[in-house]
């Protein structure tokens, strides 16, 4: 059975910074590729970014390029999502994904909630 828990979230002022972490069991982890969305209150799931099986290529929202930074521990099962300058916009429920071949993203995680203050 696939498992992908995320952990980390939490309340942070504006300007300040997260990590997440999304730990994988029940799948070979170094060959998928693992992604992030987030969905705020009343709007739909968005894409934050992704990251190929072994880290080397990364993709990113416009809306949080240069402020979130993708990374993977192949040997931990475990893709991280480092947030730093945080936006009161940047809230709400983060989630990692994982895709294989290109076929979309078939294994979701629970969620964890980031709430940005002002």
């Known amino acids: 059975q696939v498992q992908l828990d995320e952990s980390g979230g939490g309340l942070v002022q504006a300007g300040g910074s997260l990590r997440l972490s999304c730990a994988a069991s029940g799948l070979p982890f170094s060959t998928y590729t693992l992604g992030w969305f987030r969905q705020a209150p009343g709007k739909e799931r968005e894409f934050v970014g992704r990251s190929n099986w072994n880290g080397a290529t990364k993709y990113y929202a416009d809306s949080v390029e240069g402020r979130f930074t993708i990374s993977r521990d192949n040997a931990r099962n475990t893709v991280y999502l480092q947030m730093d300058s945080l936006e009161p916009e940047d809230t709400a429920v983060y989630y990692c994904?994982?895709?294989?071949?290109?076929?979309?993203?078939?294994?979701w995680g629970q969620g964890t909630q980031v709430t940005v203050s002002l």
């Open positions: 994904a994982a895709s294989y071949g290109g076929n979309g993203f078939r294994y």
